[in-house]
T-cell receptor, first 114, second 113 residues
């Protein structure tokens, strides 16, 4: 079956630190990969996506590269801010974008301290 | 533009009661998804619809759970009878096929006492 594995949290960093949240996946086909962010009391928001190998998704200073050889999609940011504190979910989807449900990782709670 | 709208935001009820969660997708979106989020299991897909028709309900945990989509702008998720283990945050999401990923509502936090 399909699954997504994320590093467990919480991850606590100081402001301006470098961030990496690891994500690896298993899939029966060739998935699209996503990172979603959930702020307290809110729903999930798409942060970035990649649809094929070696694609790099980027948004708000966050980046992730689709690595087929290592089945990974690690999230990185060069300098985090307190406002980045949230729960981050890695997800995959088989089939065309928009169709079929997402398979999510358990989420990684990120805490940024001033 | 209005996003996905869910109601209620919070629901607290006693075991055995019927619970109805509501969702209004983004106008023009033809796919609608219901997810459940718990600490133990994370986010799980329960069911999704395409053009108001249920496509995959394999994630619905038990017969106590049912979902309907009577028209393109409204869906319900019903639990009858409810049990404490149903306590979770339930999310609705929608998308337009081939034009990007899913947009989530703010969720309904359900507590069954």
């Amino acid at each position: 079956g399909n699954s997504v594995t994320q590093m467990e949290g919480p991850v606590t960093l100081s402001e301006e630190a470098f961030l990496t949240i690891n994500c690896t996946y298993t899939a029966t086909g060739y998935p699209s990969l996503f990172w979603y962010v959930q702020y307290p009391g809110e729903g999930l928001q798409l942060l970035l996506k990649a649809t094929k190998a070696d694609d790099k998704g980027s948004n708000k200073g966050f980046e992730a590269t689709y690595r087929k050889e290592t089945t990974s999609f690690h999230l990185e940011k060069g300098s985090v801010q307190v406002s980045d504190s949230a729960v981050y979910f890695c997800a995959l989807k088989l089939g065309r974008i928009g169709a079929d449900g997402l398979t999510f990782g358990k989420g990684t709670h990120l805490i940024i301290q001033p | 533009d209005a996003g996905v709208i869910q109601s209620p935001r919070h629901e607290v009820t006693e075991m055995g009661q019927e619970v109805t969660l509501r969702c209004k997708p983004i106008s023009g979106h033809d796919y609608l998804f219901w997810y459940r989020q718990t600490m133990m299991r994370g986010l799980e897909l329960l069911i999704y619809f395409n053009n108001n028709v249920p496509i995959d309900d394999s994630g619905m945990p038990e017969d106590r759970f049912s979902a309907k989509m009577p028209n393109a702008s409204f869906s319900t998720l019903k639990i009858q009878p409810s049990e404490p283990r149903d306590s979770a945050v339930y999310f609705c999401a929608s998308t337009r096929r081939g034009e990007g990923p899913q947009h989530f509502g703010d969720g309904t936090r359900l507590s069954i006492l």
